[in-house]
């Protein structure tokens, strides 16, 4: 499960690691985010109705209806910002996007949390030649274009989510549930936009422990910049 992650990489990082020319490039001269929370905006990756590679903004989280337990009447959506690995062809949520619409979700660093009132914060990174820095890599996503009876006038009409699976020896034993992103290596990148169901569900599967790293930890972190230290 993945409810916070930081994306500070500048967009040409953006656009150099995931191959994407310029003139596909739809967030300009983003500020880092070094902290997205659902139904947040950050950049994504997708191919575009021509099959070229588009940087472009989604909010975070599939929106389903909600109505109110005490008077039956609609209230604020649901936003469904994580989409289970084994749910994925099963699901009607999910199903449609993972067959048509996967996406890249470009991250920095990650966040879960341990514990309660007060939970410690832990930010992952993978592992990279700066003991400060943070490497770009991407989440296996999907997207899709959202039910506009269900998006405010100031939304964006595209959402994304973030596929899970079953956690890393360094994130079980801090997320209670055993889950964790899917994290995809550079070379399935095109695999994961363009291949079938099949080649797709290839590519779910737990990164491995040995190429992370906890890089921030401690009470109330909820963002992350890069080259901060260790907290007690």
Same mark, same amino acid.
């Given at each position: ?49 021509? &099959? ?18 005490? %008077? ?18 099963? #699901? ?9 619409? $996967? ?16 939970? %410690? ?6 592992? &990279? ?14 997207? $899709? ?15 994304? %989510?973030?596929? %899970? ?13 055993? $889950? ?20 797709? #569900? ?8 040995? #190429? ?7 009470? &109330?972190?909820?963002?992350?910049? &890069? ?6």
């Amino acid at each position: 499960m993945c409810n916070l992650y930081a994306n500070i990489a500048t967009a040409e990082a953006m656009r150099r690691l995931f191959q994407v020319s310029g003139d596909q490039d739809r967030i300009g001269n983003a500020e880092p985010r070094p902290a997205i929370f659902p139904k947040g905006l950050a950049p994504v990756v997708r191919r575009d109705a021509d &099959g070229k590679r588009q940087l472009i903004e989604m909010r975070w989280g599939f929106l389903t209806p909600q109505v109110s337990k005490k %008077t039956g009447k609609p209230i604020k959506p649901a936003a469904w910002n994580n989409a289970r690995d084994d749910k994925l062809r099963k #699901s009607g949520l999910w199903r449609g996007s993972f067959e048509e619409r $996967r996406c890249l979700v470009p991250v920095t660093s990650f966040n879960e949390t341990k514990g309660r009132q007060p939970a %410690t914060d832990y930010w992952f990174a993978l592992k &990279g030649d700066n003991p400060d820095g943070r490497p770009p890599f991407a989440f296996a996503g999907l997207w $899709r274009s959202e039910n506009p009876e269900l998006i405010e006038d100031d939304e964006t009409e595209f959402r994304h %989510t973030v596929v %899970t699976t079953e956690a890393n020896e360094l994130i079980r034993p801090i997320h209670a549930k055993g $889950r964790m992103p899917v994290i995809l290596e550079p070379g399935d990148y095109e695999t994961w936009l363009t291949g079938d169901p099949k080649q797709a #569900s290839a590519l779910v599967r737990t990164f491995p422990a040995d #190429s992370m790293r906890i890089v921030q930890q401690g009470l &109330g972190i909820k963002s992350d910049r &890069g080259g901060s230290p260790l907290a007690g």
